[in-house]
C-alpha cells in the first residue's frame, strides 16, 4: 500500500507537471474552468477503453504473462459484434457477443499458455496475428457501422452529468483493485507471477489460474471492444491498432514489473492517464506528428526519472525515519 | 555449440555428479597443529563497521582480526550480520562507517573487483552462478584466459581441469553446463572460482550447507590445504563440530556486533552458545516418547513408488505423531520422492494414500488432503521474495482465513505473528520483504508455512540448512511438538545426527531405493554413514 | 456500400458499352494484381473493384496476390507474381517510390505494368499511370470551405483539418493542396491532427481537436471512412457550430450529405472506381488496342481523375460511386 | 551444444514441413528445380535484414535486456542516409551515416537502461516513438529516393550467383555466432543476462556491458537499414514497421529466453527462415491476407508445439538412458 502510494506520487508528480505545462503554453483555455473540467472528462474519457483494457493486463503481468494479443481481440469482437445479423438481436445481443467472444479467445489463449506450455509472448503474438485475420474475415474488410442507439449512447449519455464510459473505467478499476487486493484470486496472481514453483508447491493450481488470468483479459477486452465500438459508431478490423503496446507501457510506466509477482492497479491507470494527457496536450498545442512523437518519447523517458527520484529519495527518507523510532540507541554489548 | 569437446561433454552428461570420496581421505583436523597464530602476520584487521539497511542495522561496530594461514570461523545467530560483514568485505557493500586494513594498510572497496585483485576470493551463502554457462566459464568468468577478446578454450579447460583436480573432482567435465549440475556439484564450481584467483584470503559463506557428509570431509581437507599455503580462510557456519575440526579461532556476532573475538576453537559449546544468543541454551533434541511411533493410525502410505532416473520401487508409511527421518547422500533421490510424494511429481508408477485414500490430483489435493511440502531450496522453490514476510507464511493457508474469496488479512497477520515468535524470527516484523531477510531466517519462514494449522502430514526437505544452533533447538521442540498433537513427519535430511536424534524410525537411501529401515535408537552414526555409502 | 454492413458488396464496374470495337472479346490476357491488404474501406473496395471488372471480361484471367504488411512484403509477393508469368500487372504499391525499383524491373523483363493510385517517380517503371488528384483533393476541399466561409463574411475562421496516415506522402500532398487552396481566401489550418484512415482513430484524434478548438467554422476530413469515428466524436461532443467536408466519397458520407442532418455537407472525392478502369485498361494493353474515343492507337501513358466535389445538389449522381 | 542441436531440430522439422506444404499445393513450381532454387534464395534474400536485425536482438535478449526501437532505429538510420547531402557523399558516406546514427541511437538506448535505470521495454519504446517522429522530421514525411548505384547493387548484384544480401546475412551471423560463443564479450552476456549479480560480483562492468548490447543491436539495425534501402532503393519513416515483434520473435521461437541467460544465434536465425518460408508459402499460394494471419498464427503456435514435443521426447529419452547406465540396481539391505 505505502508501496503503491510512493510509486504513484511519481506519477502524480508527472501528472500536474503536464497540466502545468498546459497552463504555461495556452493559458487562456486552462484558466477557463468550464473548458477545463470539460478537458479532464475528455482526457477521462478518451483513457476510458485503453484503461479497461489496461486493467485486463496489469493482472496478466503480475501472473507473469503477457498479452499482445488485447488489440486484436478487441478488434475480432468489435466486429463481431457489429455484423448485421448480430445487431438484429440488439444491444443486449451485441454486448453478450463482444464478450463472449473475447472470453473465448482469452481462453484459448490461457490453454496454449498453460496447458500448451508456450511461451506467453508467441502464444499471443501469434493470436494476435490470427485474430486480426478472423476480424477482417467476419468484416470483409469494411468498416461495420453500429445502428444501435443503446450501443452508441453508451459513448454519448452522461447520468448526473458523468459520461457513462467515465463510470464504466472506474467500476471496471475498482472492481479490479478489490480483486488484486482483496481477494484470493488476486493473491494467487501475484504468488503464481512471483514464484511459479513456489506457488504451485503450496497447493495453487497455477496451470489453471494462468488460464484465468487471459480469459479475464479477454474479458476486459471486450468491455474495451463494446466501449469502442460505442465512441466509433463502428467497428472494423484494424481498431485497437497497437493497443497491446499501450497497455504493457503504462502497466509498466505505473510501476508493474514485467517479469511478474509485483504491480498495482492504480499505478497502471496513472499510467495510462499520463498518456492520454499527454496526447491531449499535444492536440490543444496543435503539435505536428513528427514532432509530437519525439517529444512523447522524451516525456516518458522523463516521467520514468522523476518517478525514480521521487521513490528513491522518500524510500531513503522512511527509512531514516523507522530507523530514528526503532532502534532507541541499543545498549552495546562487549567481549 | 559452446563445446571443443562434445564427446566429453556427452561422457559428463551420462554421469551424474556423484560425490566423489578423496582417495585419501585427509587427516583428523584436530591432529593438524597449525602454525603458530599468535605472532603470526595480520593479513586483515576490521573494526568499528557499521553498516546500515532500510530500517535495519546490520553491523553496529564490528571488529574482526584474521591472521595468515589461519581459520578464522564467524558465528553467530541468523540475520547476526555475518554474510553482511563478509560482503563489505569482499566490496559488494560500502560500509557507512569504519576501519579496514589489509596487509597493513587502510583499504577500501568499492567494487568486488578491487576486493579480488587485492587477493581476496569470497564464496557467497547463496550460490551465485551462471546456469547456462559451463563450469569452466564460471569459474573464470571475468577473468577468462584470452587473446584479443577471444576466449582460450584449451587453455581454459586445462586450467579448470587443474582446480578441479585440486578439489578431488576430476568426475567434471570443463563444459558440462552448471545448470545440469546438484547443489553440492555448484559448491564444488564456487570453491574452484574462488581458488582460481591468486588469494591472500578466502571467505567462505556456509560452504557445507548443501553439503552431504562425505563433501564436508573433501571440504575440511581443502581448507586445511589452504591454510598450509599460508591462506587466511573466513569461514562462516552454523555447525559447531566443524568449527572444532579445522577452526583456529573464532569472532562471535550478535546482533551486529562483535561479542567475542579471538576466542580459541575449542571454546565449550555452552559458552559459544551464550555469546551468540546471550542467553545459555542446550544444544538438544527433544526426548522421543516412550513408546515410540505407530501411537497413531497409519496416515500416509506409499508402495512402490518410481520414477525413471530418479529413484525406484520406493515403498514406506508415516503414522500419525511419528517423526519418519530419511537420510542418505546428496542425489539419492530423497527430495524427488517426497516431491511425488506430494504430487508435484508425476508417480510413474506406484501408489500413494492418504487416510486410506489414494492422491492422484497433484499438489492441490495433496493440499487439501493434509500434506505439507517445506522444499529444499527455499529461493527457488518456496518463496515470493518480494513479498511481505506474513504473506508467504499463510501462501498454502490464505484461502483458509478468507471469507467468500475475500482475504482476511489482519487474521493472516495475527496468525503469522504468533509462528514468529514461536520460530524467533529476527526481524520479528512480518511486514517487511522476505528478500531482507537473512538465509537462516528465510528458512524459517519456509517452515513456519506449514505450522499455520491444518496439516497433518508434514514433508520436510532438509529443514534446518543454514539455521543457527539457537533457532534449531527451536525448531525441533516445534516438530516434536506437532508430531505429539498428532501430526505425522516424513523428514529429509543430510544431517545423520539430526535425522538420528530427531526421528523415531529412520530410512537409508541409496541411488535411488530404500536401502534400510531401523528405528532410530537402533542405529548409531557410523552404521548409517556404512549403509549411506554403499553397506562397506 | 461498403463503408456499411450490406454483406454484398456493389462494386463499381462498367460493363461493355455497345458497338465499341474494344468489347469484342479479344486475346486472352493474364492480369497480376496488388495492393496493399485492407485496413479500411477505401482500400477494399479498390481490390473489391478490380475483382470485380475483372469477371466482366471473358478475356481476362485475373491473378491477384495479397501485400502483406508492408512494401518488403509486397516485393516478395510481387516476385512470387512474376514467376507465374502475367500479360500485364497493375499494381497499388505500398509506396510508390519503394516499389519503383520493381517496376522498372518487370518493365525491363517486357511486362507491361499499369500503376494504381501512388505513383511511381520513375516514367520508365510504369506503361500507364492512373492516380486521384491528392493534391487537387485538398484544393477541391479548401475551396469549398474558402469559398463557403468568405460567402458567409468570415474574416478570420477557425478551420479545422484531420489527416490520414501521417507518413503516407498523399496525405502531406491534400493537405499541401488545402492549404495552398485556403491561402487564395487569407485563410489558414487552426489544428491539424492526423487519424490513421480508421474510425477509431478518427474519434480520437477529432475529440482532441474539438477539445484544442472551443469554436470552430469548418473542419475538412480526409477520408471518410474515418469520418465515421469523425462524425462520432462531433456528435457525443455535442458541437453543431461548424460545417463539413470529408473525403474519398463513401457510400456512408453521401448518404448523410443527402440526408442534411449532420455537420457533413460535402466531400470531395477520391474514387476507388480508378481500380476498375486500371483493370479495363490493362486488358486493353495486354491486346494492343487503344481507347476507342481518342483518336490514338495505344491506352495513353497517364490518366489523373479529377476530385469532384460532392454536395447535397449533386449526390444523387454519385450515388452509384460510393463504396 | 546438444540443446542447441535439439531445439533447431525441431525448427528444421517445422521448415521441412513448410517446404512439403509447398509440395503438395503446387506441385508444379516445386516439381521445378531452377524455380525451387531461385524461390529459396528468393526466401533468405527476404530473411536477409531482418536476420541481420535479429542476431542484434537476440544478444540484447540474451543480456536480460529488449530492444522495441530496432524498427525505428532503422527507419531514422535509413533516412538519415538518404538525404540529399548524404547521398552527395557516395555509397561509403551513406553507409557510415546509417551505422553511425544508428550505433548512437544504440547507445542512448544503453545509457537510458543502463545508467539510467529505466526499464528496457519503456526506454525503447520510448525511443521507438521518438525515432519514428525524428525519421518524419527528416524525411519530411516524404520517401526518399536512393539514387546512388553502388548501394542499390547491394540488392542486386549476385557475386558467384549469391545476392549481396545473403553474404552479408551469411557474414553477420557468423560473426554473431563466433562473438557469442567464442569471445569473452559473448559469454559475459549470457553472465549479465542470466544472473546480473553473479556478473557484478565476478568483476564484470554490468552497466557497461549492457551499454554495449543495445550498441550492438543499433550497429545491426544500421546495417539491416542499408540492406532495406537497396532493396526499396529507398528510405522512408515508416520503413521496416514492425520489425522489432519478428525479431523478437523469431528469437524467441529459435528458443532464447525472454528473461534473458539462454540464447543461440543459431535457433533465431531458424526462427527468422521459418516466418520468411511462411510468407513465401503464402505468396505462392496466393492466400488472401486474412486467411494469411490465421494460418500464420496456427502455424506459429504448431511450430512451437512440434519443436517442445521434439525437446521433451529426446529429453526424457536421454535421462532413461542415463539411468540405465548409471544405476547397477542396488541391491537392497533390510534389518
Ligand atoms: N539487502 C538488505 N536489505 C535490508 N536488510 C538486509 C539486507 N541484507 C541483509 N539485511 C538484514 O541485515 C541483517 C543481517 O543479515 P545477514 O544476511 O548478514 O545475516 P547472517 O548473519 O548472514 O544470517 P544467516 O546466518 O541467516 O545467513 C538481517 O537483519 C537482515 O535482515
Ligand atoms: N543429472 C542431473 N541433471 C540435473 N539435475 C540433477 C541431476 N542429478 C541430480 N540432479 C539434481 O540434483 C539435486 C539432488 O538430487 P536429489 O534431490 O535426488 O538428492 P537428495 O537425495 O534429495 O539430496 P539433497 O537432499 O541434497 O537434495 C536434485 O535437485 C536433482 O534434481
Ligand atoms: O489508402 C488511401 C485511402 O484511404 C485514401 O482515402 O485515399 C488514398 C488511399 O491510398
Ligand atoms: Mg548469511
Ligand atoms: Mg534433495
Not at chain 2, 64 to 85: D, F, I, P, Y
Not at chain 3, 127 to 154: E, F, P, S
Request: net charge neutral.
Amino acid at each position: 500500500m505505502t508501496d503503491s502510494i510512493r510509486r504513484n506520487l511519481g506519477l502524480a508528480v508527472v501528472l500536474v507537471a503536464l497540466l502545468g505545462i498546459g497552463v504555461l503554453t495556452k493559458p487562456d483555455l486552462y484558466g477557463d474552468m468550464s473548458w477545463l473540467s470539460n478537458n479532464v472528462l475528455t482526457i477521462l474519457q478518451q483513457a476510458s477503453a485503453i484503461g479497461v483494457i489496461t486493467v485486463g493486463m496489469t493482472f496478466v503481468i503480475i501472473g507473469g504473462g503477457i498479452d499482445l494479443s488485447v488489440g486484436a481481440i478487441v478488434a475480432v469482437a468489435g466486429v463481431w459484434s457489429t455484423t448485421l445479423s448480430t445487431q438484429t438481436y440488439g444491444a443486449g445481443g451485441m454486448i453478450f457477443t463482444a464478450i463472449a467472444v473475447a472470453v473465448v479467445v482469452g481462453v484459448i489463449n490461457g490453454v496454449l499458455i498453460a496447458y500448451g506450455r508456450l511461451v506467453p509472448f508467441i502464444a499471443t503474438l501469434a493470436m494476435m496475428v490470427a485474430a486480426r485475420g478472423l476480424a477482417a474475415q467476419i468484416s470483409g474488410k469494411q468498416t461495420q457501422i453500429s445502428a444501435d442507439a443503446t450501443i452508441n449512447a453508451i459513448a454519448t449519455a452522461r447520468p448526473f452529468g458523468i459520461p457513462v464510459l467515465i463510470l464504466i473505467f472506474a467500476a471496471v478499476a475498482l472492481a479490479g483493485w478489490v480483486l488484486l487486493n482483496r481477494t484470493t484470486f488476486g493473491r494467487r496472481t501475484v504468488a503464481v507471477g512471483g514464484n511459479p514453483e513456489a506457488a504451485r508447491l503450496a497447493g495453487i493450481n497455477v496451470k489453471l489460474h494462468t488460464l484465468l488470468l487471459y480469459a479475464l483479459s479477454g474479458l476486459c477486452c471486450g468491455i474495451g471492444a463494446i466501449m469502442l465500438t460505442a465512441q466509433a459508431t463502428s467497428a472494423q478490423a484494424a481498431m485497437a491498432n497497437l493497443y497491446e503496446l499501450d497497455a504493457i507501457a503504462a502497466a509498466i510506466i505505473g510501476g508493474t514489473l514485467l517479469s511478474g509477482g509485483r504491480g498495482t492497479i492504480a499505478g497502471a491507470l496513472f499510467g495510462v492517464l499520463v498518456f492520454s494527457t499527454i496526447t491531449n496536450l499535444f492536440a490543444v498545442n496543435n503539435l505536428t506528428t513528427e514532432v509530437q512523437n519525439m517529444v512523447k518519447g522524451a516525456i516518458i523517458v522523463t516521467a520514468v526519472l522523476i518517478q525514480q527520484v521521487q521513490f528513491k529519495s522518500l524510500t531513503t527518507f522512511m527509512a531514516r525515519q523507522r530507523l530514528r523510532t526503532n532502534t532507541p540507541t541499543p545498549t552495546p554489548t562487549t567481549t | 555449440m559452446t563445446d571443443a569437446n562434445p564427446a566429453a561433454d556427452q561422457a559428463a552428461a551420462d554421469q551424474p555428479v556423484e560425490p566423489t570420496i578423496p582417495a585419501q581421505a585427509a587427516a583428523p583436523a584436530d591432529q593438524v597443529e597449525a602454525v603458530a597464530h599468535e605472532e603470526a602476520q595480520i593479513v586483515l584487521r576490521l573494526a568499528d563497521i557499521v553498516k546500515t539497511f532500510p530500517g535495519v542495522r546490520a553491523l553496529d561496530g564490528v571488529a574482526l582480526t584474521v591472521r595468515v594461514g589461519e581459520v578464522h570461523c564467524l558465528l553467530g545467530q541468523n540475520g547476526a550480520g555475518k554474510s553482511t560483514l563478509i560482503k563489505v568485505l569482499a566490496g559488494v557493500h560500502r560500509p557507512d562507517s569504519g576501519h579496514l586494513e589489509w596487509l597493513g594498510q587502510p583499504a577500501s572497496f568499492s567494487n568486488p573487483q578491487e576486493a579480488m585483485k587485492a587477493g581476496i576470493a569470497t564464496i557467497y551463502q547463496e550460490l551465485d552462478l551462471v546456469e547456462d554457462l559451463s563450469v569452466a566459464e564460471n569459474i573464470f568468468l571475468g577473468h577468462e584466459p584470452r587473446t584479443f577478446g577471444f576466449v582460450r578454450r584449451g587453455v581454459l579447460a586445462k586450467r579448470t581441469t587443474e582446480l578441479l583436480a585440486r578439489l578431488g573432482h576430476t568426475e567434471l567435465s570443463p563444459w558440462r553446463p552448471v545448470r545440469s549440475l546438484t547443489p553440492a556439484g555448484k559448491q564444488v564450481v564456487s570453491m574452484a572460482r574462488a581458488l582460481s584467483h591468486d588469494a591472500r584470503l578466502i571467505i567462505m559463506d556456509e560452504p557445507s550447507a548443501v553439503l552431504a557428509h562425505d563433501e564436508v570431509d573433501n571440504l575440511m581437507r581443502i581448507v586445511q590445504e589452504l591454510t598450509a599455503q599460508g591462506i587466511a580462510v573466513v569461514y562462516i557456519t552454523h555447525r559447531l563440530d566443524e568449527i572444532r575440526r579445522i577452526g583456529d579461532r573464532v569472532t562471535v556476532l550478535k546482533d551486529g556486533r562483535t561479542t567475542a573475538a579471538d576466542l580459541p576453537a575449542d571454546t565449550p559449546t555452552r559458552e559459544l552458545v551464550s555469546r551468540m544468543t546471550g542467553r545459555s541454551l542446550e544444544y538438544v533434541f527433544p526426548p522421543r516418547p516412550e513408546v515410540p511411533a505407530e501411537r497413531g493410525p497409519e496416515l500416509l502410505k506409499v508402495e512402490s513408488l518410481s520414477r525413471a532416473g530418479e529413484f525406484a520401487d520406493v515403498s514406506l508409511s508415516v503414522h500419525g505423531g511419528e517423526i519418519v527421518g530419511i537420510t542418505g547422500l546428496v542425489g539419492s533421490g530423497r527430495s524427488e520422492v517426497l516431491e511425488t510424494i506430494f504430487g508435484a511429481r508425476r508417480a510413474e508408477s506406484g501408489t500413494v494414500t492418504m487416510d486410506g485414500r489414494r492422491l492422484r490430483g497433484g499438489v492441490p489435493t495433496a493440499v487439501r488432503a493434509g500434506l505439507g511440502l517445506a522444499p529444499e531450496e527455499r529461493k527457488s522453490q518456496a518463496l515470493l521474495l518480494e513479498e511481505p514476510i506474513y504473506r508467504n507464511m499463510t501462501l498454502a493457508t490464505f484461502t483458509r482465513f478468507a471469507t467468500a474469496g475475500i482475504t482476511g488479512i489482519g487474521k493472516e497477520k495475527a496468525a503469522a505473528n504468533d509462528i514468529a515468535d514461536q520460530l524467533e524470527l529476527r526481524p520479528r516484523d512480518t511486514n517487511r520483504a522476505v528478500r531482507t531477510l537473512s538465509g537462516g531466517n528465510q528458512q524459517k519462514v519456509v517452515l513456519g508455512r506449514w505450522l499455520l494449522g491444518g496439516t497433518r502430514l508434514l514433508l520436510l526437505d532438509e529443514p534446518t540448512r543454514g539455521v543457527d544452533v539457537g533457532a534449531r533447538a527451536e525448531l525441533y521442540q516445534v516438530i516434536r511438538s506437532l508430531a505429539d498433537s498428532g501430526v505425522g513427519v516424513l523428514l529429509v535430511s543430510s544431517e545423520v545426527p539430526e535425522c538420528l536424534g530427531l526421528a523415531d524410525r529412520v530410512l537409508v537411501m541409496r541411488e535411488g531405493r530404500l536401502v534400510h529401515e531401523a528405528p532410530a535408537d537402533e542405529l548409531d552414526e557410523d552404521k548409517v554413514l556404512d549403509l549411506v555409502m554403499g553397506g562397506m | 456500400a461498403c463503408t456499411s454492413n450490406e454483406p454484398a458488396t456493389t462494386a463499381q464496374t462498367k460493363g461493355p458499352a455497345a458497338g465499341t470495337g474494344n468489347d469484342a472479346p479479344g486475346k486472352k490476357v493474364v492480369i497480376g494484381f496488388s495492393a496493399p491488404a485492407a485496413d479500411h474501406g477505401w482500400i477494399a473496395a479498390i481490390t473489391n473493384n478490380a475483382k470485380a471488372q475483372a469477371a466482366a471480361y471473358s478475356d481476362v484471367e485475373f491473378k491477384p496476390v495479397a501485400a502483406g504488411a508492408d512494401a518488403a512484403a509486397q516485393r516478395a509477393a510481387l516476385a512470387t507474381l512474376i514467376s507465374q508469368k502475367p500479360d500485364v500487372i497493375v499494381l497499388l504499391p505500398h509506396d510508390g517510390k519503394e516499389l519503383n525499383s520493381f517496376g522498372l524491373e518487370a518493365m525491363k523483363a517486357g511486362i507491361p505494368v499499369v500503376n494504381l493510385d501512388r505513383a511511381f517517380p520513375d516514367a520508365l517503371a510504369y506503361r500507364l499511370q492512373i492516380k486521384g488528384d491528392n493534391y487537387g483533393m485538398g484544393v477541391a476541399a479548401g475551396h469549398y470551405i474558402g469559398g463557403k466561409l468568405k460567402a458567409a463574411g468570415a474574416t478570420a475562421p477557425i478551420i479545422g483539418e484531420i489527416a490520414g496516415l501521417d507518413f503516407l506522402e498523399l496525405t502531406q500532398e491534400r493537405s499541401a493542396g488545402f492549404k495552398a487552396a485556403l491561402a487564395t481566401y487569407g485563410f489558414k489550418v487552426a489544428n491539424r491532427r492526423a487519424a490513421e484512415f480508421t474510425a477509431d482513430s478518427g474519434q480520437r484524434e477529432a475529440t482532441n481537436l474539438l477539445q484544442a478548438l472551443p469554436k470552430i467554422d469548418a473542419i475538412w476530413n480526409h477520408d471518410d471512412d474515418q469520418g465515421i469515428g469523425v462524425l462520432a466524436a462531433i456528435n457525443s461532443a455535442n458541437r453543431k457550430e461548424f460545417f463539413m467536408v470529408g473525403g474519398a466519397g463513401s457510400k456512408a458520407a453521401m448518404d448523410a450529405i443527402i440526408a442534411d442532418n449532420s455537420v457533413l455537407k460535402a466531400t470531395v472525392t477520391y474514387s476507388p472506381s480508378m481500380a476498375s478502369s486500371a483493370i479495363s485498361l490493362a486488358r486493353l494493353i495486354g491486346q494492343g488496342r487503344g481507347l476507342s474515343d481518342l483518336v490514338e492507337l495505344q491506352v495513353p501513358k497517364e490518366i489523373v481523375l479529377a476530385s469532384e466535389t460532392i454536395t447535397k445538389e449533386n449526390a444523387s449522381k454519385y450515388l452509384p460511386l460510393g463504396f
